[in-house]
């Protein structure tokens, strides 16, 4: 087992002082990492991982054991859309659309992700991640997941 440490660093001067700040989150008893660099084209939704209740291979994240999982876009000019696919025993294909802009990241710190509105959604309901370019070709994306046992 370890430890995932996370790091999120603000910093600007102004006027000549310094502001921001750091803020680190460790992540105990992480088991598997999975890390992988993966073409996202522009047609169709490109799977980049399924959500079940064992983890299969690197696309596969099990259910209520990711604890950090950060997605980047590598591109210089074109924009990552993310589609998070909801259980279809509770919402049939439904989604989330989450736009990554270039060199940018999405980051989902914890085990959990409560929404409000029509819908309410943790983690564990979640299907699937899927992404498309927003160009006419394809893209680099980045894949980081922590999980525990």
Known sequence: MGTLT????????LNGKLYGNEITKTHADITRVK??????????NDDLFDFA??????????????????ITNLDASETLFLNVYLDPATAADQYILFQVPPKRSWILNEDSMDGTGSATTTLEQIDAIKAQCSGAGSIQVEIFVGEIA
């Open 6 to 13: 996370t790091k999120i660093k603000e910093e600007v001067t």
């Open 53 to 70: 209740n064992a983890t299969y291979s690197i696309g596969t994240v099990a259910f209520n054991k990711a604890k950090y999982i950060r």
């Open 35 to 44: 890390q992988t660099t993966v073409q996202v084209r522009a047609s169709g």
